[in-house]
């Protein structure tokens, strides 16, 4: 369904200033019900992802298409999508030519991230999932993910590519969460039905009343209407992320999106992403080891933007894992900052005193420079002086 953004204004509203985008693309922008990817719409997608990359932003993108894609290769011998099995084996089929479909729309490597409930539930491989997402963030490819819809069994499906989009905007800790779809908007009520429902340019809260507007989706390919779309939102604005929902067919709409232009819906975050992730690191329950550090690397880490590195570690106490939340203590034993520790307890033992540069000697393998990473990391001392909200 496609509808006129008139309702918006000529201009739009202005999109908030971002950096690091989640791009979702959904079914039916890629395929018509039935038929075929189509370069119709990604074209346009990719030209603002390659304009965003020219000014210094970064977009990792979520694409759905992969069982439109494999239906249209098997023709009118694709059993029915309602089946589980037959979703995977479209699925399987259609993720080379989807991933194809974005190689050739854009300039720059395009790399296949496919991810399942389990890869990010584990801490373990979400670290690694966030490592390699960063990694190819930093070779400035483009990376692509979908569900791993061939594993991906009820249990550990994460549903839908909306709510993917949402998880992956948290791990790559973006600022935006934008959304094409069919739709130019949220409205009031499913305009496929209430033909007297009105687009909303702005949410500033996802109340129960306007989550109760949305409908499902009315297509064969895609999965989750406007229902999947909010639930991405709410995870999104608890994660401290806007999302912004506006239409992939209107070619205008897209190239405005570039100019910091939105035709759509804009829905707030809930904190800022800051608050949000320094508000879990600061509360959340952390493993029952610690790490202590020498006077310098406290009073580094009470400067509020140092990582934690090797050299500045006296040594670790207790047990804890990779990727566990711990907290930090000078050598009086006070706790001076909280973070999420790229080394297990053993590890960081093994590597205290030494220099960054001696971690792969030492250990045979290594997990970055850091022992906890700044992005990962709440300074305590500073949390006393500001009210809890940290630059
Ligand atoms: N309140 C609503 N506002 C806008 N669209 C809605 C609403 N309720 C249901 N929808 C439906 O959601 C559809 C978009 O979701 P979906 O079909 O899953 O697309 P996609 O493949 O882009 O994820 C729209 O085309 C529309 O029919
Ligand atoms: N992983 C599936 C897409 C599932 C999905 O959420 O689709 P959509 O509602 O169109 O974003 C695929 O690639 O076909």
């Known amino acids: 369904m ?36 189509t370069a119709r719409h990604a074209s ?31 023709r009118e011998h694709a059993p029915a999508t309602g089946d589980l099995a037959a979703r995977q084996a479209l699925a399987a089929l259609g993720q080379a030519p989807m991933i194809a479909l974005w190689q050739s729309l854009s300039a720059r490597p395009v790399a296949q991230v496919l991810l399942t409930h389990d ?55 973006a600022d935006l969460l934008l959304i094409a779809s069919d739709i130019d908007a949220l409205y009031s009520a499913d305009p496929r039905r209430d033909p007297a429902a009105v687009p909303l ?31 991405a939102a709410t995870k999104a604005a608890a994660a401290g992320i806007r999302t912004a929902l506006f239409s992939g067919r209107e070619a205008a709409t897209v190239a405005a999106l570039a100019e910091g232009r939105l035709h759509g819906t804009l829905i707030d975050a809930a904190a800022t992403r800051m608050q949000a992730r320094k508000y879990w690191l600061r509360h959340a329950p952390s493993a029952p080891g610690c790490i202590r550090v020498d006077a310098g690397a406290a009073r580094a880490l009470a400067g509020g933007r140092a990582s934690l590195l090797p050299g500045g570690i006296a040594t670790a106490q207790g047990e804890f894992q990779r990727g566990d939340l711990v907290e930090i203590v000078d050598a009086d034993g006070k706790p001076v900052a909280r973070g999420l520790s790229q080394y297990a307890a ?40 500001t009210g809890g909200i940290e630059a």
């Open 119 to 173: 890869d990010l539930r584990n801490r373990r491989r979400y670290l690694n999932a966030r490592a390699t997402l960063r990694g190819l963030l930093a070779l400035d490819v483009l990376p692509v993910v979908n569900e791993n819809d061939t594993v991906a069994v009820d249990e550990l499906k994460l549903g839908d590519n909306d709510n993917l989009a949402a998880i992956v905007a948290a791990l790559v800790d």
């Open 2 to 37: 496609s509808r006129s953004s008139s309702a918006h204004g000529p201009r739009g509203q202005s999109l908030p200033h971002w950096r690091r985008a989640v791009l979702k693309v959904g079914s039916n922008l890629l395929a018509a019900d039935g038929g075929g990817l």
């Open 44 to 74: 346009t997608l990719a030209d603002f992802v390659a304009a965003s990359h020219a000014v210094g932003r970064q977009v990792v993108l979520v694409s759905s298409g992969a069982v439109a894609a494999g239906r249209a290769l098997l």
């Open 201 to 231: 340019p702005h949410v500033a809260a996802l109340t129960p009343d306007i989550l109760a507007m949305a409908g499902g989706s009315g297509s064969m390919v895609g999965t989750g209407g406007m229902h999947t779309k909010l639930e």
């Open 346 to 385: 053993a590890e960081v033992r093994r590597l205290a005193g030494r220099h960054s540069s001696d971690i792969e000697a030492v250990l045979g393998y290594t997990h970055g420079h850091e022992i906890v990473h700044r992005d990962d990391l709440v300074t305590l001392a500073i949390a006393e002086t």
